[in-house]
């Protein structure tokens, strides 16, 4: 009986080690919940978007490590960019200030277009086809579009070059935003269709087709 209630008490202890809170959990509780603002926000679910990066925020907020802080508010600037919103990334602006991160700021000036692109330190996904567009060269970047495979990655490195897009790749950008329940995006990228075809009916169509998506029956 002793044996029994010693090994039960064993057991409990060793449950209760498996199951402790790891000490960053504040850093995992962050990024998920930007993963759920990057869906709800490109899916035009606004409140709910709203309060998930204030949730995110809220949970970098809790070190003075501010690297995770500062990938919030450069992804915030990204998903606004990747739709057609101006944002010149004031708050990533000045937490960046305060730290030293060279893959931070060759994304930054990847989607501000502030300067030529930090190829070397920019995430691999994207390296080729920001080389393309430091030299102009837009057919092959727009050839490496295609070749990065996350969706939103994909749809935010074609905004970037949305005016030397052809027609054909906006809209697959159009089809990929769709498939995906994006909204936000495929409002996004029907205005920059609009904006390319000649065809009268062509724009009247693609008018309707953005009224219906706005409307709130």
Request: glycine letters at 4%; a negative charge.
């Given at each position: 009986m002793i044996?029994?209630?010693?090994?039960?008490?064993?057991?409990?202890?060793?449950?209760?080690?498996?199951?402790?809170?790891?000490?960053?959990?504040?850093?995992?509780?962050s990024t998920a919940a930007f993963e759920s603002y990057t869906k709800n926000f490109l899916s035009s679910e606004d409140a709910l978007a709203k309060n998930d990066l204030s949730r995110a925020i809220k949970h970098a907020k809790h070190s003075a490590n501010l690297k995770t802080l500062a990938r919030v508010y450069l992804?915030?600037?990204?998903?606004?960019?990747?739709?057609?919103?101006?944002?010149?990334?004031?708050?990533?602006?000045?937490?960046a200030a305060l730290i030293d991160d060279k893959s931070l700021d060759a994304y930054f000036t990847f989607i501000t277009s502030k300067s030529s692109i930090e190829v070397e330190n920019l995430n691999k996904i994207y390296k080729n086809f920001a080389s393309f567009v430091n030299v102009k060269d837009f057919d092959n970047a727009q050839k490496e579009i295609f070749k990065i495979t996350k969706p939103t990655s994909k749809l935010l490195a074609a905004s970037l070059i949305k005016d030397k897009l052809?027609?054909?790749?906006?809209?697959?950008?159009?089809?990929?935003?769709?498939?995906n329940g994006y909204k936000k995006s495929v409002l996004f990228w029907l205005n920059v269709k609009k904006t390319k075809v000649t065809d009268a009916d062509e724009i009247e169509s693609i008018s309707k087709t953005i009224s219906i998506l706005n409307s709130k029956d």
């Open positions: 044996k029994a209630i010693f090994l039960t008490i064993c057991i409990l202890l060793l449950s209760a080690c498996s199951f402790k809170s790891p000490p960053n959990q504040w850093q995992y509780k992804g915030e600037c990204a998903l606004n960019i990747s739709v057609g919103i101006d944002d010149n990334c004031n708050s990533y602006k000045e937490v052809s027609i054909q790749t906006v809209d697959e950008m159009i089809n990929i935003a769709s498939f």
